[in-house]
């Protein structure tokens, strides 16, 4: 969908800060939900360790007076919430894709295989990963739950 105010939407990510490297390192992924609410930043590296922060979740702050339209953090999403890892995730066990420290310029990203859908309401992300197993993420709030 086509929405006028995507202009002024703003997020800044600062490779120099620790937090963002993993969204500077390389061009992160972005997916916009169709009503233009929600901007959603896949890091794109590889599945190597379930704690680096994989997905950030920014909503549209129009209430904002410093900045107009300036993208509100809601919550930064670790692998072990999302993809495949060695553990136990509600009841399921899920294995990584690879050992950390060991990926190369081949080595498929994280959500590799996957796809991405929103729901009807534009309020939740539904991510399916290479080996069939959904996952539901709140846009408002970020939390992940298992369908």
């Not at 939407?9 to 609410?37: I, M, Y």
């Not at 129009?62 to 999302?82: F, T």
């Not at 408002?140 to 298992?146: K, Q």
């Amino acid at each position: 969908m086509y929405f006028s105010d995507w202009a002024q939407w703003g997020v800044a990510l600062d490779r120099r800060n620790t937090t963002d490297q993993l969204f500077t390192s390389s061009c992160p992924v972005p997916l916009v939900t169709d009503d233009g609410e929600f901007l959603i930043l896949l890091a794109a590296i590889p599945a190597m360790s379930d704690d680096w922060g994989v997905l950030r979740i920014y909503r549209w702050d129009r209430l904002d007076r410093e900045i107009h339209g300036h993208g509100r953090l809601i919550r930064e999403i670790p692998l072990s919430e999302i993809s495949p890892k060695i553990g136990n995730l509600l009841g399921l066990t899920w294995l990584l894709g690879v050992p950390e420290g060991t990926a190369t310029e081949e080595t498929s990203e994280w959500y590799a295989g996957g796809t991405f859908a929103f729901s009807s309401d534009n309020r939740s992300l539904i991510h399916k990963s290479q080996r069939g197993h959904t996952i539901r993420i709140s846009l408002e709030n970020g939390s992940v739950s298992i369908p």
